[in-house]
Nanobody, 124 residues
Framework: QVQLVESGGGLVQAGGSLRLSCAAS????????MAWFRQAPGKEREFVAA????????YDTDSVKGRFAISRDNALSTMYLQVNNLKPEDTAVYYC?????????????????WGQGTQVTVSS
């Protein structure tokens, strides 16, 4: 089992940047595929990006379009999401998630462990 804690969210103006972090504890971090999801008020949780143990990654290109970058540091048991050129429509609670096995999975039900989320609010 693994425990996940997100941090780094906040209030930022449109065009600004944030670096979200997800700290993991418990079983060996490197054995898990990791992902970021987000959920805006009144909307379903949606996939943002995922990363495998060796750094391979996938993105929801429609919403991200080169503005976000996912990474991980297995030595620190931490995953990151660098978010640039933020837009008001990026406002949401951002969640990190973990699953055993491969990382090419984009639906919430495929992930076993979740953090509590970190709020990102982008003002226009």
């Amino acid at each position: 089992q693994v425990q996940l804690v997100e941090s780094g969210g906040g209030l930022v103006q449109a065009g600004g940047s944030l670096r979200l972090s997800c700290a993991a504890s418990g079983r060996t971090f490197s054995s898990y595929a990791m992902a970021w999801f987000r959920q805006a008020p009144g909307k379903e949780r949606e996939f943002v990006a995922a990363i495998g143990w060796s750094g391979g990654s996938i993105y929801d290109t429609d919403s991200v379009k080169g503005r976000f970058a996912i990474s991980r540091d297995n030595a620190l048991s931490t995953m990151y999401l660098q978010v640039n050129n933020l837009k008001p429509e990026d406002t949401a609670v951002y969640y990190c998630a973990a699953r055993s096995g491969t990382y090419q999975h984009t639906t919430p039900s495929e992930y076993d462990y979740w953090g509590q989320g970190t709020q990102v609010t982008v003002s226009s």
